[in-house]
Nanobody, 119 residues
Framework: QVQLVQSGGGLVQAGGSLRLSCAAS????????VGWFRQAPGKEREFVAR????????WYADSVKGRFTVSRDNAKNTGYLQMNSLKPEDTAVYYC????????????WGQGTQVTVSS
């Protein structure tokens, strides 16, 4: 059982930065990977970034490459999404999700946090 609590969203001017956190609670936290997704009003949820927990391999959507960085702190059971050079089109509700095992899809989701980028 994993519970994910997100924080770090807010309102920022275009070109600014935000750091999202995804803190996991439970007896143990050793997932296969943690992903970040976003959903804008009227749009489908889209993949943003992912990190494999053990090896640290990362993947990014083309739209955020070079601007976003995904990371994790094993000791704190927390994943992070550093978002730099934010654009108005980055405005969305951002979700973190955990893939508990390699043989399953993302099976635990955070509550989501609003990121609004003004022009």
């Amino acid at each position: 059982q994993v519970q994910l609590v997100q924080s770090g969203g807010g309102l920022v001017q275009a070109g600014g930065s935000l750091r999202l956190s995804c803190a996991a609670s439970g007896r143990t936290f050793s997932p296969y990977g943690v992903g970040w997704f976003r959903q804008a009003p009227g749009k489908e949820r889209e993949f943003v970034a992912r990190i494999n927990w053990s090896g640290g391999f990362t993947w990014y959507a083309d739209s955020v490459k070079g601007r976003f960085t995904v990371s994790r702190d094993n000791a704190k059971n927390t994943g992070y999404l550093q978002m730099n050079s934010l654009k108005p089109e980055d405005t969305a509700v951002y979700y973190c999700a955990v893939q508990e095992r390699a043989t399953v899809n993302y099976n635990y989701w955070g509550q989501g946090t609003q990121v609004t980028v003004s022009s």
